[in-house]
C-alpha cells in the first residue's frame, strides 16, 4: 500500500519482485529486502502483497493450475496430482471433497471467508504443512 511503500517506483518494484520470483529463494530475498527497508508490516493490508506473493509460489510448487472463491461457501482447487494436495490438507480432510481427479472443494468457515483473512488462512493452513523453506513466520507473526 502507499502509507507503507511511499514511492511509487519502489511500490512498483516491490511488486515485480515479489511477484516475479521464480522460486523460493528469490521470494525469501524480495520479501527480506522489504523487511530490511520498511520494518516488517503491521496491518494486514500491507502483509497481502507478501501472503498473496508466497500462497502463489506455494501453490504452484503443489501444481495446482486455478483457485476459485466460491463466496460463502470455500474455495475450488484443480491440480495435476491431488496427492500432494490432499496430504497437505489433511488436518481440514473433514472440510475436502474431491469433485473429480484434478479438482477439490474445501469448505471454509465463514469466518475464513472473510476478504481480511482469506489469503492469511489459506497461506497458513499450507505453511503449516509445509513448514521449512516455505516458513511463514518472518511474515504472520
Known sequence: PEWFVPDRRQRLEMYRNLFGATNIAELRRAITELLDRYGPPRELEAKRPLLVAWLRMALSRLRVREL????????????????????????VEHRVRLIDPTRIFWKLHAAEMRDDTLVETLARTLAQRQGGEMDLSDLLP
Do not use: Q, R, T
Not at 68 to 91: F, I, M, Q, R, T
Open 68 to 91: 476459485k472463491l466460491s463466496p460463502g461457501e470455500g474455495v475450488y482447487l484443480e491440480c495435476d496430482e491431488l496427492v500432494a494436495l490432499n496430504a497437505l490438507l489433511k488436518p
